[in-house]
């Protein structure tokens, strides 16, 4: 039996740790919120009190957290994991967080002799469920290559870092690709509608051009049911774009788009918290005056 901890059962969180048990892991589980827990069951589960029983008890963890201060609580805090590190433990973060937070990981835990892997995740709850997750492992080889076996049960491709910074920035890169591909749809919907064109129409004409993505498909079917469970949090598409400014101001290189939408992101937020990313959509329908 292959025992590894795991720490953070939110949307994502949840679906991977059930594809790790169904894949034959034990694993040792930390949630904030406790009773969540309970929604993996009991077969292969050990729920401990705080990250430190993790290294007490495993070689290696997950962790699949909302942001970077999640992140550095689970670390940091008194009883997590930086505190009670071993010799040779690995701690592989798969949330999307700030290169500034996995570089400092990454170099704490070195110190020590442990080690810090950042493997963000392209996908969402269905690539979870289902190991067709992309992931992009930065940190130390060796490392990287002890935990070859999670990603292959993760995720149907690992491209590998040698730098934990490089693998943070692809999946913001990416992440800057999903909040334009969003809203770009979004303005085609509006535009139509407001015109007399249904919505389905944009969506076939879409899916016969080289415009097309899955992206489109998905997100565009789920906005004409008026669907909008959250698969993937306003709020987390926010801290992304935030963090892609961020990175952008940093390196000086102009991000125009992006700058630009992000208004559009916090009047969704406002409205629409518990909402799935897509419902910027109703945003811009409202301010174009269609009823929703
Ligand atoms: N959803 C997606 O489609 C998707 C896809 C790719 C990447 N991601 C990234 O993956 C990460 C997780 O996404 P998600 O959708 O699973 O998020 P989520 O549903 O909001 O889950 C967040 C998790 O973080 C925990 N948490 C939040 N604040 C905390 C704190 N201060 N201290 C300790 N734990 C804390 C939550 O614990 P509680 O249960 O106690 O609230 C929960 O376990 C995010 O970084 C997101 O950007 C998401």
Known sequence: MKKIGFIGLG???????????????????????????????????TPVESPAEIVKNCDITISM?????????????????FNNLKNGFIHIDMSTVSPSTTLKLYSDYKKQGAYFIHAPV????????????????????????????????????????????????????MNSMIATMIVALSQAFVLAEKSGIPKEIVLEVLENSALNSAMYQNKGKTIINGNFEPNFYVKHMLKDIN??????????????????????????????????????????AELAGIEI
């Open 11 to 45: 949307i994502m969180g949840e679906m991977m740790a059930k594809r790790l048990l169904n894949n034959g892991y034990e694993l040792v589980v930390y949630n904030r919120t406790k009773e969540k827990i309970l929604k993996l069951g009991d077969k292969g589960i």
């Open 65 to 81: 957290l909302a942001d970077s201060k999640a992140l550095e609580n689970i670390a940091y805090d008194k009883n997590g994991i």
């Open 243 to 284: 963090l892609v400014l961020d990175l952008a101001l940093d390196l000086k290189i102009p991000f125009p788009v992006i700058s630009s939408i992000r208004e559009m992101f916090v009047q969704t937020l406002s409205k629409y918290e518990n909402e799935d990313y897509s419902a910027i959509y109703k945003t811009m």
């Open 122 to 173: 392209l996908g969402s709850k269905t690539q979870a469920g289902d190991g067709t997750l992309l992931i992009f492992a930065g940190g130390d080889k060796s490392a990287i290559e002890k935990c070859e076996e999670i990603f292959k049960v993760l995720g149907k491709k690992t491209w590998k870092f040698d730098s934990v910074e490089k693998a943070t920035i692809l999946k913001l890169a």
